[in-house]
């Protein structure tokens, strides 16, 4: 069965810090480049990151660069995403999605990617 399993979320303040975690089973994660996506309500769903399957090119939006780090651990199977300065903003459902091959160019397309986790929630209040 395939599973990404998404954990880390809470409720911050702003200025704030949290590490996302994204566990793949079922499939070959270490062959797929994953990506962080986010919806907020009343929103669409948009691209946060991206990381290669060897964890060598990464690409960011332009709301969260110097923000927030991408990376993985391909021995533990995992995928983080670590959010530095949380926004109030920042709130929103945050998803791991992974697909075949890593892409600068339309990396947010949500067909392209295969399996999809069921999100956890970052909430930035004061």
């Known amino acids: 069965q395939v599973q990404l399993v998404e954990s880390g979320g809470g409720l911050v303040q702003p200025g704030d810090s949290l590490r996302l975690s994204c566990v793949g089973s079922g499939f070959p994660l270490n062959d797929y480049a994953i990506g962080w996506f986010r919806q907020a309500p009343g929103k669409e769903r948009e691209g946060v990151s991206c990381?290669?399957?060897?964890?060598?090119?990464?690409v960011y939006a332009d709301s969260v660069k110097g923000r927030f780090t991408i990376s993985r651990d391909n021995a533990k199977n995992t995928v983080y995403l670590q959010m530095n300065s949380l926004k109030p903003e920042d709130t929103a459902n945050y998803y791991c999605?992974?697909?075949?091959?890593?892409?600068?160019?339309?990396?947010?397309?949500?067909?392209?990617?295969?399996?999809w986790g069921q999100g956890t929630q970052v909430t930035v209040s004061s």
């Open positions: 999605a992974a697909r075949p091959r890593f892409t600068y160019v339309a990396w947010t397309g949500i067909r392209d990617y295969d399996y």
């Open positions: 990381i290669s399957s060897r964890g060598i090119h990464t």
